[in-house]
């Protein structure tokens, strides 16, 4: 469950914001269980928030998504992330269908906060998007409590 207060949402010792102009995704089948998802202004991509348990720490949970078995290719190295009192790691990675952006941020406890940026569209370059200011609102927009 996740609290709003003061433009925020609240949860599992972090809170983040929905920047202006984004619109929360509203298809059951594409939201995700302990989060939700919205589209920037220009929804040529889809941001996704989502908590997490019984994890194994964020470089090793991203280190499966690599695993010949899930059928995605990395295209940068797992790198650590530090912001805003949270730290964890993010890659980015593609398969046929979409490339991804993903930040997971370790809360302790075996709990984790992943930060998930899909494209859908055919010729869309993950790479630009995450230095759109849409997406930098975002990803800066989370913070520990």
């Keep these: 469950m996740l609290l709003y207060k003061n433009g925020r949402f609240y949860g599992k010792k972090v809170s983040f914001l ?10 059951p089948d594409i939201n995700v269980e302990h ?15 989502n908590f ?24 940068t190295p797992i790198t650590p992330i ?34 998930l940026t899909e494209t859908r569209e055919r010729g869309k370059d993950i790479r630009q998007i995450v230095v759109s200011p849409p997406f930098q609102a975002a990803l800066e927009g989370i913070r520990a409590q």
């Design 18 to 27: 929905l920047p202006d102009g984004f619109y929360f995704e509203d298809d």
């Design 35 to 49: 989060g939700f998802c919205a589209w920037p202004p220009e929804k040529d991509y889809l941001c996704s928030w």
């Design 52 to 75: 997490y348990e019984d994890c194994w720490g964020s470089k090793a949970e991203l280190e499966n998504w690599l695993s010949p078995e899930c059928g995605f290719i990395s295209l």
């Design 82 to 115: 530090q912001m805003n009192g949270l730290s964890g790691h993010f890659l980015l990675y593609k398969n046929r269908q979409a490339q991804y952006y993903e930040a997971r941020f370790d809360l302790g406890e075996g709990e984790e906060l992943s930060f």
